[in-house]
């Protein structure tokens, strides 16, 4: 098969999947965004991608998202940086990307919040929380978010509009199940707290391996990689 002809298949396998754990969980398919993590391939396939009609395209690298936010400036798209935040990448960052899912302290949302109002910007924000505790995940920990919504009003140039996670260990489809209904209990408790301005709608949880299990637990954006190229990515290395 063709490089196109399998993209067009992965991403059609990819929608009907969201669709049917969304059908599962007796939620309908519109509440739930596909992000596209676009990482692992070059920006050609990612127009291919454009071109099948994904609009939602995501990056984990702050670089990466400005080139290819560049290269792509004539296409209908919105980008998500999902990945780590440096703060000295801040002002480079907030022109191309509409969507930050990795929020992880104070210094940096202060610092998004007042570049974001020097450049006219009201980015969407998500607030990530290491729900699972993993030393090698990235994000507040759970018990700080009370704290941390309580101040959000302070932040006036920015939409925070949920939280997002990862699950703690890959492969472990319980654990991501946990994580993934923890994250979403905590929402549920924090939404009270925040000002009225701020509505923690969004969930940004699940990736490849375990986005029907992040829809089956509430999930409202899943970043998807490697199941959109599978057979792509072999093809070429
Ligand atoms: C790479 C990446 C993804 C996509 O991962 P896949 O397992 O390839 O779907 C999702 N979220 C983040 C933060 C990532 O870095």
């Given at each position: 098969m063709d490089t196109a002809s399998l993209l067009r298949k992965n991403l059609e396998s990819v929608q009907e999947k969201i669709r049917t754990a969304a059908e599962r969980a007796g939620r309908s398919p519109d509440e739930i965004r596909l992000i596209a993590v676009t990482k692992y391939v070059d920006v050609p396939l990612v127009r291919q991608l454009v071109e099948l009609g994904q609009r939602s395209l995501g990056e984990s690298r702050p670089q990466q998202l400005w080139q290819r936010?560049?290269?792509?400036a004539d296409l209908p798209v919105q980008w998500h940086?999902?990945?780590p935040l440096q703060r000295n990448k801040v002002r480079k960052t907030l022109p191309c990307a509409e969507w930050i899912h990795s929020v992880d302290s104070l210094p940096l949302l202060a610092d998004i919040n007042r570049i974001a109002g020097e450049l006219g910007l009201r980015p969407k924000l998500l607030l990530e929380v290491n729900i699972s505790r993993h030393p090698s995940k990235?994000?507040?920990?759970?018990?700080?978010?009370?704290?941390?919504v309580s101040q959000l009003e302070n932040f006036p140039n920015v939409a925070i509009c949920g939280l997002m996670a990862m699950a703690g260990v890959e492969?472990?489809?319980?654990g991501a199940r946990r994580d993934f209904r923890a994250l979403r209990q905590l929402r549920d408790e924090l939404a009270p707290l925040a000002p009225p301005q701020v509505s923690l709608r969004e969930l940004s949880m699940g990736m490849s391996g375990d986005f029907e299990i992040a829809i089956e637990e509430g999930a409202t954006m899943v970043r998807i990689g490697s199941a959109l190229f599978q057979g792509i990515l072999e093809e070429e290395s």
């Open positions: 936010h560049a290269l792509l940086l999902v990945g990235h994000g507040f920990p759970p018990e700080m978010m009370e704290e941390v492969g472990d489809l319980e």
